[in-house]
């Protein structure tokens, strides 16, 4: 089944302590991207990548941190997580950069 | 001001009844993409559609149409006879190739209730 998998689903966790969450896809897909979604502001875009090692910032990148070392992964990395990081966190995949993207089920992230 | 500007923050109707979710995008390029995407309570996001710039012919599927008119930078989305399971969060979105690729840009969403 083509799908894009998040893990963890549920986190809380201390303001501090680094964590990651881990975003794999399985349809050979060149672009990936992470967006965070809170109440009233809808999807903001953290950072997204076109391909192996090319990433890019999107629109609230501050406080994170992405990596593509393998086509299917891409994590997202909170080195000293704050509770204004507490959110809905997604991860997507799409075939190109004008199709449609393919999200992960999300990641509810609590840090206090 | 955001790019894509959904106004509509939440819609209630009643089961059976036509509703049009309205989608106002900015943007200066010739070539963009506009999408819609559902957020059911379940919380996964699934893509409807997508719609180039150059293709201003309206699309139906089943209970959903979608009407896009360039000349008043909307892209429309109504559900006919909705219903109880179209209870959702729904997304508009575009792409523009600003920053060298089309990287989609989110509306704030419109959270439809449908009472049965």
């Known amino acids: 089944e083509a799908q894009v998998t998040q893990n963890p689903r549920y986190l809380i966790t201390v303001t501090g302590k680094k964590l990651t969450v881990t975003c794999s896809q399985n349809?050979?897909?060149?672009?990936m991207s992470w967006y965070r979604q809170d109440p009233g502001l809808g999807l903001r875009q953290i950072y997204y990548?076109?391909?192996?090692?090319?990433?890019d910032k999107g629109d609230v990148p501050e406080g994170y941190k992405v990596s593509r070392k393998e086509k299917r992964n891409f994590p997202l990395i909170l080195e000293s997580p704050s509770p204004n990081q507490t959110s809905l966190y997604f991860c997507a995949s799409s075939q190109g950069s004008h199709y449609g993207y393919t999200f992960g089920s999300g990641t509810r992230l609590t840090i206090v | 001001a955001q790019k894509v500007t959904q106004a509509q923050t939440e819609i209630s109707v009643v089961e059976k009844e036509d509703v049009t979710l309205d989608c106002v995008y900015e943007t200066r390029d010739t070539t963009y993409y506009l999408f819609w995407y559902k957020q059911p309570p379940s919380g996964e996001l699934v893509f409807l559609i997508r719609?180039?710039?150059?293709?201003?012919q309206n699309e139906i599927s089943g209970r959903y149409s979608w009407n896009f008119q360039k000349s008043t930078s909307s892209f429309n989305f109504t559900i006919t006879a909705s219903q109880v399971v179209d209870s959702a969060v729904y997304f508009c979105a575009l792409s523009e190739a600003l920053r060298g690729s089309y990287i989609p840009t989110f509306g704030r969403g419109t959270s439809l209730i449908v009472h049965p």
């Open positions: 349809m050979n897909h060149e672009y």
């Open positions: 719609r180039n710039s150059f293709d201003e």
């Open positions: 990548s076109m391909n192996v090692e090319v990433t």
